[in-house]
């Protein structure tokens, strides 16, 4: 606002210097300072006076501009000096205005000055305006990074919701395909590890049921037997002649299912890692021969 009423008070000027040289009339001078106060907001107006004039109590330019922040306004710019006051009430407009002085210049010496009133209401207007601009703005970014901020956590816990629901399915033993998302962050290593331990699970899972498996059929084999002869045996179906030779083949069973069931011991010692190892070099050769 100061640089645009500077700008003012130098057209101003320049105006009123071709109008004391004659080049221009009075109508053309009016016409084009309200021109340019209505443009800028403000009341322009074009005082001839000489500091000595006013030096003297000789000041007579319009009650509407007797207040003494104008006479010191003056004062200055007859001395040479741009004036700029923010807030200044002026009773005649009934307001605070912002006041520019410029000094009038005619063959290099000054002979008056150029005084220029712009209501403080519209830089008001302005600010207002600029602030509303501002809110608005804010607002905008506000909603904008709200959205972004939203969508990036929702791709976040995308794959965290992925990881969670196979979790649990995975520790209620059921099946479950491998977390197809590819991250080269932490939470991608995290499902990668997730996927390793999946299907490692999965396979010692195979391994268990398999050996299960072949144990309850290599110990239903022996058992079977067993029952089948003792069964005879209490039938009368094998006669008590016979008896010795069941029973050394029941025997057997016996032993049978008990170096069965001494290897499930071994070999749950060896899960456990109950188990030393003494481990050393052999010579092939020898262990050959």
Do not use: W
Not at 246 to 271: C, F, H, P, S, W
Request: hydrophobic share 40%; proline share 2%.
């Amino acid at each position: 606002k100061k640089k645009n009423l500077e700008s003012v008070g130098y057209k101003a000027a320049s105006l009123a210097q071709e109008y004391i040289n004659g080049s221009i009339t009075d109508e053309v001078l009016n016409t084009a300072l309200d021109s340019m106060g209505l443009i800028s907001e403000s009341s322009i107006y074009i005082v001839r006076i000489s500091s000595e004039e006013l030096a003297n109590n000789y000041y007579d330019i319009g009650e509407e501009l007797n207040e003494p922040f104008i006479a010191n306004g003056l004062r200055q710019v007859l001395h040479g000096n741009k004036v700029f006051m923010k807030s200044q009430y002026l009773k005649d407009f009934n307001m605070n205005v912002i006041f520019t002085g410029y000094p009038l210049k005619l063959g290099g010496k000054i002979e008056g000055a150029v005084l220029i009133f712009s209501p403080v209401s519209s830089v008001d207007d302005i600010v207002n305006r600029l602030n509303i601009f501002i809110l608005l703005s804010s607002l905008a970014v506000l909603l904008f990074g709200a959205l972004i901020i939203y969508l990036n956590s929702k791709s976040l816990t995308r794959p965290i919701k992925k990881l969670d629901t196979a979790a649990k399915k995975l520790a209620q033993g059921e099946l479950t395909e491998n977390i197809d998302i590819k991250l080269s962050d932490e939470l991608g290593h995290l499902i990668e590890s997730f996927n390793y331990m999946k299907n490692k699970i999965e396979e010692t899972e195979k391994m268990r049921s398999e050996f299960i498996a072949n144990v309850s059929h290599d110990l239903r084999t022996p058992l079977t037997s067993i029952n089948g002869f003792v069964s005879g045996m209490i039938d009368g179906i094998i006669k008590e002649d016979d008896y010795p030779e069941y029973l050394l083949i029941i025997k057997d069973e016996v032993n049978r299912l008990m170096n069965l069931t001494g290897d499930i011991l071994e070999l749950a010692k060896l899960q456990s890692k109950s188990v030393t190892l003494n481990i050393s070099n052999i010579n092939m050769m020898q262990l050959c021969n």
